[in-house]
């Protein structure tokens, strides 16, 4: 990048729920991955599942603000300098199939719960069921859900690696947009 202007960047608070949607979706990640070491029916295990499901509705409703506020309220700031559309198209194309991720598998997730019959729990708060009792259905749901999980580790992992391929190869000012007023 030659222009030495300040990188316009996205609002504070597009910041900041961008980077907390992370933290929690790794959280979410590490909940359910780390739950298989303890024993079926340990209370660790539960709390781990019951913080898997909370962070996951949690995911929910902040990529719902985050979208209500980017379609009403924020506009991102230009791409200094602008990329061609070779790169615009797919930068697009994953940040839909990102927002997708963040709001499918949550839902998925209340419909498994729903499906099975167990209570809905936002840190300890009941939520209506989604669908009436259906054990086959919550399964196929399940597997669903497992998959979109496989998919959102290669999405984000994409997310990032393009971000320091714009930040290092292409050298605009992609990433700095979304990094801390402090960077």
Known sequence: MTDKSPTAKYPA??????????????????????RENYPRGSDIRETLKSLHYSFGLTVLALTAVRLALRAFFWRPPAITPPIPPWLAI??????????ALLLAMPVAGWMILSAEGDPIQLFGANLPALLPPDKELAEQIEEIHETGGTIGYFLIGAHAAAALFHHYVVKDDTLTRMLPRNS
């Open 13 to 34: 608070t597009a910041i900041a729920l961008h980077w907390l949607v992370l933290v929690l979706v790794i959280a979410v990640y590490a909940l359910i991955l780390l």
């Open 90 to 99: 797919p930068a697009a194309a994953a940040h839909i199939a990102l927002y």
